[in-house]
């Protein structure tokens, strides 16, 4: 009896303490990567992933001919690439998303961005969306993290998961442990 009682106490520590959250890794235009060839619809394919904190946004192109610049909204909807919040130049960049909100992603050569060659990448609080409260959003301004350049990404759909203590799942297993520790 007292190994049972172990037994679930342990289980239930597990639980409170670990919550599975797959991030994910997009790459942009999927196949055809960051490019004005093709007449890639980055607006549409935006529409079709969902994104979440945690989530890295991979930009895949040729650096010869193609950048990223991090932009406001403002520079986003004016193709205006003259003060970027951040570049990136590898061909290769990975930017991790660390925050709720739009981010501004277009590519800075000349014709490019009036071509179509622009992103915005929405990452919504669902959480706040189903509750009532204030509408707040958050700043656009706010940046990614830019992660280190990797030779090998893994898909959205294998991605490695990350570990958070929160939630309803942790808040309940910390609950149960609670229980556990002072019933048994």
Same mark, same amino acid.
């Given at each position: &009896? ?12 597990? &639980? ?7 991030? /994910?890794?997009?790459? @942009?235009?999927? /196949? ?13 394919? $935006?529409?079709?992933? #969902? ?40 061909? =290769?960049? %990975? ?9 501004? %992603? ?12 622009? @992103?915005?990448? #929405?990452?919504?609080?669902? /959480? ?6 204030? =509408? ?6 706010? /940046?990614?993290?830019?992660?280190? =350049?990797?030779?090998? $990404? ?20 910390? $609950? ?5 520790? %002072?019933?048994?």
């Amino acid at each position: &009896m007292a190994l049972i009682k172990r037994g679930v106490t342990f289980l239930m520590i597990i &639980m409170s303490a670990i919550h599975v959250s797959n991030a /994910s890794v997009h790459k @942009v235009g999927d /196949s055809s990567g960051w490019t004005i060839i093709g007449n890639i619809d980055y607006k549409n394919w $935006a529409a079709t992933k #969902n994104f979440n904190i945690g989530d890295t946004i991979n930009f895949k192109y040729n650096a010869q001919f193609h950048n990223v610049m991090r932009v406001t909204h403002a520079m986003y909807k004016s193709c205006n690439g003259s003060s970027p919040i951040a570049t990136f130049t590898s061909g =290769n960049d %990975f930017i991790k998303i660390t925050n709720y909100g739009h981010h501004f %992603f277009l590519c800075g050569v000349p014709g490019h961005c009036q071509a179509g060659q622009k @992103v915005d990448i #929405n990452v919504l609080n669902v /959480s706040a969306t189903s509750a009532v409260a204030p =509408n707040k959003s958050p700043s656009a301004l706010a /940046s990614p993290v830019p992660v280190a =350049n990797a030779p090998a $990404a893994p898909s959205p759909n294998n991605a490695s998961p990350l570990f958070v203590a929160n939630g309803a799942f942790g808040f309940i297993g910390l $609950a149960m442990t609670v229980f556990c520790i %002072f019933y048994f």
